[in-house]
C-alpha cells in the first residue's frame, strides 16, 4: 500500500496539475513537443493522491484547460459534442486503475507486473470509452459500425499507450530515484 506524507501528495498534485495544463491540447502539444499527459495524469493522481476531491479538481481543469483552449487559443471545437461529458467515465478508469494498484503496491519489483496490468486495463478501458462514445454517439460519422470502430481503435490507440507509457515510465524513474536518494540519505546519516 502506498504511504505519501500529505506534503507529498501537495506537491504530487501540484506537478499532476501543472503537467496537464502543459501538455494538453494543441495549444501546447503537437510533433515538436510533448504529447497530452491527461490520461497518465488521472492514472498517477489515482496513485498517489489519497483526496477523493483530487479527482473533481483534474476533472475541472481538463474542461477548463478545453474551454480555454476552444474559446481564445483557436483550437477546433470538433471533438466537443454531447459525448464530450463521456470524458468523465473514461478518465475515472484511469484513475480507478491507479487507485486499485495503489492499493496493492508492495516495495518490490514483482509489483511492476501489478502496475502495468492496471495500466494497460485502465488505458484501454478509457481508450474505448472516450472514442467509442465519440464514434457512435458524436453524430460526426455517418453509419458508424463495430468494424470501422475496431479499424480505429487498432489505428489510434498506440499513440495513447505510448504516450501513458512514457509519463508513468518517467514517473516510475522519478519514485525509484527518491526512493534511491531518500534511503542513501538516510543510510549516510547513521553512520556520521
Known sequence: MMNIQPRSQLMIGAFLILLMAVTRGHHFASIDHLPSASWAVFFLAGIFLKPLWSFPLLILEAFLLDFAAITFGGVSSFCVTPTYIMLVPAYA????????????????????????????????????????????????????????????????????????????????????????????????????
Open 93 to 192: 478508469s484511469m484513475w480507478w486503475a491507479g487507485r486499485w494498484y495503489a492499493k496493492r503496491h508492495q516495495e518490490q519489483w514483482s509489483s511492476l507486473l501489478t502496475l502495468f496490468s492496471s495500466l494497460i486495463l485502465g488505458t484501454a478501458v478509457c481508450q474505448i470509452i472516450s472514442s467509442g462514445s465519440f464514434y457512435f454517439y458524436s453524430g460526426r460519422y455517418t453509419d458508424p459500425n463495430m468494424g470501422e470502430m475496431i479499424n480505429r481503435l487498432i489505428k489510434y490507440s498506440p499513440a495513447h499507450f505510448e504516450s501513458v507509457f512514457f509519463y508513468v515510465g518517467c514517473a516510475i524513474t522519478a519514485y525509484l530515484f527518491l526512493g534511491w536518494f531518500n534511503r542513501t540519505r538516510h543510510s549516510g546519516a547513521e553512520t556520521l
